[in-house]
């Protein structure tokens, strides 16, 4: 084999794998946002959950893609992890459809498909066309690379090392660490398979060498999933966990299979002039027949990822977000990223209203009765607002940077507009204690009047924020008239509350000093339910926008 024929081969495999990248995006971009509504609602069936998980990576031409986005829903809580399991089965029959194209020997028209995706591309000033372009050509490009691959490959049969070493593939260890090293390198089964499928079309390989190269290529494939969750919640971690059992099983299943029966020989026997054929429908029964085997255990393999990751006992006293996940903006793959960015945000901030919540109402326990304890824990909390804040900064910054499609995602921003407000609601609360603090410090206290007056504010402020604390979106229908009437009882009384001051201040039922404290209490609440109202508002704009999304 020569320098040229190296050169050739490189390049073919650099067309190869760009145009097999040009023609997932493409397909990622037509498919848009919608994708992650069918996965959200159409899994809960184990069989619909295997046909969605097949279909939506038959479609994207990426079962990388699939799982990734599938552990990025479990991780936001989106999807359940019993769900998960059937996508993965799904995504897992869904990337064999490459192979399968890649079989069907078109390389004559390859130069014609890439022209016809690239005059689409450079012609039309159309997004969908963009996508539809980049589909097309991606598709064409691929096949030239394959084309030349293969071509350049030939003189590799006439070497006697290269013999000797795709030989020893025969030996079922040595032919799966193989497949998986090489796929877990290049991340991508599909393209992993295809290079496999080259070899052969230029007679390098046989089915009988390749056998186990293709068990072991969807080992390698876990990788992705496996660096997808990295830095993520325990669940979303065992999501990869069960891909990865999923096919090992499947890899033990089959080398027994192989080496107890003339498995090979039989698929050999189906298209037996077309080498390229039997790699792509061994890759197939593959991933179906062990998606047959494993579909009545899918509770048995969700038990096995808590086997082999239980939960954590103890807890650690250290500041953390619960649900967001910045490693969602580092991987490639871009379908339903906005998704689970929105409901991360969403879930965090009302892990953020929960803590402001307590808060307010500690405040007001203080200055019923002051208690140092309840006020250190109050201070300590207030730290995890701010915190919380910082964070959902950090990730919203992340999000609007992030190239998933800006319309899916005007809603990111009023998070960051939600949390402030509510960092603001947790600063009120640290006012009204302090005030507390000063008036044990002093062995003072309000009048009963003024606690009467006092305990209503705080009753009317409880309310607005129990009302923005929701389970989900769709509880939040009509969010800013309820609040909206609150937030007018809170103004109104306030400002009778003020007139009864003055009169107690007048009438010499109150010292000036304890006026002003009261006042100001008075204030905080006040403006509790302003920052109530303004959450309110960009909740039901948040709606909206998801219901468009949706």
């Known amino acids: 084999m ?51 998980g097949a279909v939506i990576t038959a479609v994207i031409q990426s079962s990388s893609a699939t799982t990734v986005m599938t552990v990025g829903f479990v991780n936001a809580g989106l999807m359940k992890l019993e769900n998960a399991v059937w996508v993965i089965m799904g995504a897992n029959i869904g990337t064999t459809i490459t192979g399968q194209l890649i079989a069907i020997d078109i390389t004559a028209l390859a130069p014609v498909i890439a022209f016809v995706g690239v005059a689409l591309i450079a012609f039309f000033k159309s ?30 049969r006439s070497s006697p090392e290269f013999v000797n070493l795709v030989t020893t593939f025969e030996n079922p260890l040595i032919g799966i660490l193989v497949g998986a090293g090489f796929t877990a390198i290049i991340q991508s089964s599909s393209a992993s398979v295809g290079i496999l499928q080259a070899l052969a079309m230029s007679g390098v390989i046989t089915l009988p060498s390749a056998i186990y190269v293709l068990f072991g290529q969807n080992i390698g494939t876990c990788i992705t999933a496996v660096l997808a969750s990295i830095g993520t919640g325990r669940n979303a971690k065992r999501t990869t966990i069960i891909h990865l059992s999923f096919n090992i099983i499947g890899t033990i299943v089959f080398v027994f299979i192989s080496m107890l029966t003339p498995f090979a020989s039989f698929m050999q026997s189906l298209t037996p002039t077309n080498i390229p054929a039997q790699i792509a429908n061994v890759h197939t029964v593959f991933n179906v027949v062990t998606t047959l085997l494993l579909l009545p255990f899918g509770a048995q393999l969700v038990k096995l990822s808590y086997l082999v990751l239980p939960e954590k006992e103890g807890f650690e006293d250290k500041l953390s977000v619960k649900f967001l996940d910045n490693s969602i903006f580092t991987n490639d793959y871009h379908i339903g990223t906005s998704a689970i960015a929105n409901t991360q945000l969403f879930n965090e901030t009302q892990n953020m209203l929960n803590i402001v919540q307590k808060n307010v109402q500690r405040a007001f326990d203080l200055i019923i009765k002051y208690d140092e304890k309840t006020h250190e824990k109050l201070l300590k909390d207030e730290q995890y607002i701010d915190y919380l804040n910082k964070e959902i900064i950090q990730f919203t910054t992340n999000a609007i940077s992030n190239e998933f499609p800006i319309d899916d995602s005007k809603s990111i921003g009023l998070f960051l507009k939600t949390a402030g407000d509510l960092e603001r609601v947790g600063d009120h609360a640290v006012n009204i204690a302090e005030r507390a603090e000063k008036l044990y410090s002093e062995d003072e206290h309000f009048s009963d009047e003024a606690m009467r007056e006092i305990k209503i504010m705080n009753d009317l402020t409880r309310n607005i924020l129990e009302e923005l604390n929701v389970l989900n979106r769709d509880e939040l229908h009509n969010i800013v ?15 009778e509350f003020s007139l009864n001051q003055l009169r107690r201040l007048r009438d010499k039922k109150c010292t000036p000093e304890h006026s002003a404290l009261y006042t100001e209490t008075l204030i905080d609440f006040e403006r509790i339910g302003d920052h109530g109202l303004n959450i309110a508002v960009a909740f039901d704009e948040i709606k909206d926008d998801l219901t468009e999304m949706a």
């Open 481 to 495: 008239e309820k609040v909206d009437v609150i937030e007018d009882s809170i103004d109104i009384t306030t400002h």
């Open 127 to 156: 997004k969908k066309l963009d996508a539809i372009g980049g589909i097309i050509a991606g598709l064409g490009i691929l096949f030239m690379g394959m084309e030349m691959m293969s071509s350049a490959m030939v003189p590799l």
């Open 2 to 52: 020569e320098l040229t024929d190296f050169f050739a081969m490189f390049g073919g495999l650099a067309l190869f794998l760009y145009g097999m990248t040009m023609m997932s995006n493409g397909l990622e971009l037509a498919a848009g946002n919608k994708m992650k509504t069918i996965l959200e609602k159409l899994t809960t069936n184990r069989f619909l959950g295997v046909g969605v």
